[in-house]
């Protein structure tokens, strides 16, 4: 099994950033792609982000030019660096991994339990 375990969340006000981290632990075979989700109340859980093993990025059209994803791969670590945050932004954050246990194994999906982002105005 892999665990995902998620940190960095919490309240700022409207303009202001915060930087998520996801870490990988279990011990997986390889890690593809890494990323995460959101839901805001009321919502359905939107991509937010996505990086893959060897760096192709893609985000949301709402996050694009504010949010940046990076991965280190040597420490199966996703980070999510937030800018220019607004009241909008505001959610649970899921952080996920697309995983292979063993060289024989299938890619499995695999979700951290989530962090709470508020943005005040």
């Known amino acids: 099994q892999v665990q995902l375990v998620e940190s960095g969340g919490g309240l700022v006000q409207a303009g202001g950033s915060l930087r998520l981290s996801c870490a990988a632990s279990?011990?997986?075979?390889?890690?593809?792609?890494m990323g995460w989700h959101r839901q805001a109340p009321g919502k359905q859980r939107e991509l937010v982000a996505g990086?893959?093993?060897?760096?192709?990025?893609n985000y949301a059209d709402s996050v694009k030019g504010r949010f940046t994803i990076s991965r280190d791969n040597a420490k199966n670590t996703v980070y999510l660096q937030m800018n220019s945050l607004r009241p909008e932004d505001t959610a649970v954050y899921y952080c996920?991994?697309?995983?292979?246990?063993?060289?024989?194994?299938?890619?499995?999906?695999?979700w951290g339990q989530g962090t709470q982002v508020t943005v005040s105005l």
């Open positions: 996920y991994a697309v995983a292979q246990l063993t060289p024989t194994s299938r890619y499995s999906d695999y």
């Open positions: 279990g011990k997986p075979f390889t890690i593809n792609a």
């Open positions: 990086i893959l093993r060897g760096g192709s990025t």
